[in-house]
């Protein structure tokens, strides 16, 4: 289990293990916001709930990348892990199958790997499409490719409850966020 830390000001910053959740707080430099129901860890000397989420004590200044590249993990995440031509996910493909990343303007023709260019297609939609153009074959993707919010590109991936996706949604709103799905 993996807890959610939130900087001072209440901005998910990152997930951390529940241990170091626990040395946080116990050193003083986090207090728990959530705990992660009726669960107690002990120890010799202390008990204390399990943290869910905690939240620094101090402020921490997070410089922020908002261009993210393109990468597999993050463009399946973007496109909720379906194939954006036959509109299967990844569950509902045949064993030899599996999600890839598809240029809509093949690179062999001009085309860029950037967020503008490529979607999720199964392995079957992007050998048929091939190096040919949309139009020429008829495939045309079910939304149109775009850069992603930074907040998704860091969130989509993570598995979620739904007390820390609470936080994150209060922070950053439902736009952002509209693809992730809690465990």
């Avoid at 430099?29 to 399990?50: C, N, T, W, Y």
């Avoid at 303007?105 to 490529?118: K, L």
């Avoid at 297609?121 to 020429?136: F, H, I, Q, V, Y």
Wanted: aromatic fraction near 8%.
């Amino acid at each position: 289990m993996r807890c959610l830390a939130l900087n001072a000001s209440f901005e998910p910053l990152t997930m951390v293990p529940t241990r170091r959740a626990l040395r946080l707080v116990i050193e003083g430099k986090a207090e728990i916001v959530e705990a992660d129901g009726d669960e107690l860890v002990r120890s010799v000397r202390m008990q204390m709930p399990r943290p869910a989420i905690i939240r620094l004590v101090r402020f921490v200044h997070v410089p922020r990348r908002f261009r993210r590249q393109v990468t597999n993990t993050f463009l399946f995440a973007r496109d909720s892990y379906t194939c954006q031509y036959c509109t299967r996910v990844q569950a509902q493909l045949k064993p030899r199958e599996c999600l890839t990343r598809d240029h809509v303007v093949p690179q062999s023709r001009g085309g860029s790997n950037e967020w503008t260019n490529v979607v999720t297609a199964c392995s079957s939609c992007n050998t048929r499409k091939g190096s040919r153009l949309p139009d020429e074959i008829g495939m045309h993707p079910l939304r149109s490719p775009m850069e992603p919010h930074f907040v998704h590109l860091s969130w989509a991936i993570r598995r979620l409850s739904q007390a820390q996706l609470k936080y994150i949604r209060i922070f950053y709103g439902e736009g952002a966020l509209a693809a992730i799905r809690p465990r």
